[in-house]
């Protein structure tokens, strides 16, 4: 029965995106705010009422199809329109729906005084609409129509304050880097089809079971999705894109970073579990790469001062860490850690927001300080979420962190566990430090702004998502027996990886989870000690080490890099075939041919006088000339 209706979560943000679109600009704000927020509502209580139905399925049940349409058909080659019902994509149905929905609502308030108002939900509800589709699809191709549409609407989005050179110049920079990704990821789902016949994911799945570990055509399938992955969910070394997002307005980068589009890489990679298992140096690429990306976004978060690009950069990092949960077979643990972290990355990004809307703007954590006082629900939400991105028990990321950091070690390498280790050092460092910067010591705004707490259409998204930053992980709780639900419902959706790591004893469990916390404590106490016992002791270590500090507040120059050895190339060459090529040679040929023309032209019209007696003349030549060479034979 639930599946005669699962089409409506996708269809309730297009009306909204339809309505919102084109008669947005007609109707009052409140009626745009409450379309835009509504059809969002509506798309989860659909969600959480399938989501109880399935649970009452028979037992056995992993998966239900719901095909509404054929789509394409070409030949054997067929298509549908049809979703896929299954615990991941409830998961993933579930997360999308009721954080977009609390970021909807924060939107009211935050973007009231935007005269494109209708325009910004309209955006956004087809935001939601393509990531939906995305998560439902039972086919690589529907699947890729969502992987796409999201990509569009982050260049919407982003680039919403159009008229800003900054933000239009992000817009094109997120298009561009992920059209690089795609065409991976488009090239991975050919593959798949001249492979399997099919892009249906379980028939996919199902034939790809025959195939041996190690496969070559298996890991080049999977090798290319990932370079989709890689541009989507911002990794090394596709990740330029996502710290420059953060031109859009402040819910756009919650809904980008927290419910939307960058997760899709990882639900794409645990998704096709059943492809990754069979395909070791996949894993260890997608474990690598992860773990990399993690230690190094994490390093450029310690020296950024905007609070948004901090925040940017530790999504950048959190993603690593589910990607390395994936490389090492703990998929679960993956997705896990990508449902906690949308709880408090979109309570951290709406919670920078209302501090950007109490200051009137200001983004800048050095012209921040004691906003504690005037901005209590914010700074307390706040603070909820970045204990629970920095891991301290009893929220929701210590859980799903401990987890990774877990699996790294067991199932991964020793290496993975330290890098990821050292970053969790390092976000517990940088998250506090912006705690501090923000909310505690002495205060530097600017005399002229009044700080003020944000309406309660703003700051009840954040009550509700601090109380899920607390309490998410217990869904996930380890070591008793029966109370990691999360795992148990989710696992009959995974492929497991073979010969993963061994059942370890409880007390090795607890030491780790132990061990972790302790890092983090040491990370929030280094902060604490940085930005109120010792505010100058930050500046001193910059000064005392200005290459490194350089090098890590500039990012690497990694941006630079690239400008230097791709983009500037690529508009040199562009120039030449410009200017060389086309304007000289091509536009030179036919230019040229026609001025020959010309000239030809404009001579032998001169044999055209009208007068008879020269024609008779020519003609008297002419028979002269033809019988003096007739005789001279």
């Known amino acids: 029965m639930m599946m005669d209706y699962v089409w ?29 927020s509504g059809v969002i509502g509506l798309s989860f209580l659909v969600t959480v009422k399938i989501f109880l139905e399935f649970l009452s399925l028979p037992a056995g049940t992993k998966a239900v199809e719901k095909v509404v349409f054929t789509w394409i058909t070409s030949g054997t080659f067929q298509a ?119 892009v249906n994911l379980r028939e996919v799945f199902a034939l790809a079971a025959k195939y041996p570990v190690g496969s070559g055509v298996i890991t080049a399938i999977t090798l290319l999705l990932f370079v989709g992955a890689i541009g989507k969910s911002a990794q090394i070394p596709l990740y330029t894109w996502l710290p420059d997002a953060m031109e859009g307005p402040t819910p756009v980068s919650a809904l980008i970073h927290a ?63 589910m990607f390395l949960a994936c490389g090492v077979g703990a998929y679960i643990s993956g997705i896990f850690h990508l449902m906690t972290h949308a709880f408090f990355k979109a309570l951290l990004f709406l919670g920078s927001g209302s501090v950007i809307h109490g200051l009137h703007g200001e983004q800048d954590m050095r012209k921040m300080g004691h906003l504690k006082k005037y901005m209590p629900i914010t700074y307390w939400t706040f603070l909820l979420a970045t204990l629970a991105i920095a ?3 009893p929220f929701a990321g210590f859980f799903s962190k401990d987890e990774i950091l877990f699996h790294s070690l067991v199932d991964g390498k020793f290496i993975y566990w330290l890098i990821a280790t050292t970053a969790a050092f390092i976000t517990a460092f940088y998250m506090f430090r912006a705690v501090f910067m923000t909310f505690l010591g002495e205060s530097r705004v600017d005399p ?25 992980g217990l869904v996930g709780f380890p070591i008793i027996e029966g109370a990691h639900v999360f795992r148990e419902f989710l696992s009959p959706a995974i492929t497991p990886v073979a010969h993963a790591g061994g059942h370890q004893a409880v007390s090795f469990e607890v030491f780790m989870m132990i061990f972790s916390m302790a890092v983090a404590a040491i990370g929030i106490y280094t902060a604490y000690k940085f930005y109120i016992l010792k505010p100058d002791l930050p500046t001193a270590i910059a000064n005392r080490f200005p290459v490194i500090y350089d090098y890590i507040y500039n990012k690497y120059f990694v941006d630079e890099l690239y400008d230097a050895t791709i983009v500037e190339p690529i508009k040199a060459g562009s120039d030449f075939l410009w200017h060389g090529v086309d304007d000289k040679v091509v536009d030179g040929a036919v230019n040229g041919s026609a001025g020959v023309i010309t000239w030809l032209s404009a001579h032998l019209r001169k044999l055209e006088t009208g007068f008879v007696q020269n024609y008779a003349l020519a003609i008297l030549v002419g028979v002269v000339l033809i019988t003096g060479y007739l005789i001279g034979r």
């Open 8 to 36: 409506l979560i996708p269809l309730f943000p297009l009306v909204g995106f339809l309505i919102n679109g084109f008669c947005g600009q007609r109707l009052p704000k409140t009626i745009v705010g409450i379309i835009g």
């Open 80 to 198: 549908q329109a049809a979703f896929l019902i299954d615990p991941l994509s409830l998961v993933m149905l579930g997360v999308v729906t009721g954080v977009s929905f609390l970021i909807h609502i924060y939107s009211v308030g935050y973007m009231h005084d935007e005269p494109g108002f209708y325009r910004y939900f309209s955006y956004l509800n087809l935001f939601v609409f393509a990531m939906l589709l995305l998560v439902s699809a039972n086919n690589f191709l529907l699947m890729f129509v969502g992987w796409e549409g999201v990509g569009l609407c982050s260049y919407l989005l982003i680039g919403f304050w159009y008229e800003k050179k900054s933000a239009s110049d992000a817009a094109k920079k997120a298009f561009v880097v992920n059209r690089i990704g795609d065409f991976g990821f488009l090239l991975g789902i050919f593959l798949i089809f001249w492979t399997f016949g099919t």
């Open 259 to 321: 419910a939307t589009m960058v997760t899709a890489g990882v639900y794409m990679v645990a998704r096709c579990s059943a492809l990754y298992s069979l395909a070791p140096l996949s894993l260890t690429v997608v474990a690598a790469v992860g773990a990399l990306t993690a230690i190094f976004a994490a390093t450029i978060g310690m020296c950024q001062f905007d609070i948004k690009r901090v925040l940017a950069y530790s999504t950048v990092s959190q993603l690593g860490y």
């Open 391 to 393: 891991g301290i028990f």
């Open 448 to 472: 002229q702004v009044h700080p003020h707490e944000s309406p309660p259409v703003m700051t009840v998204p954040l009550m509700i998502l601090a109380v899920l930053s607390v309490v998410g």
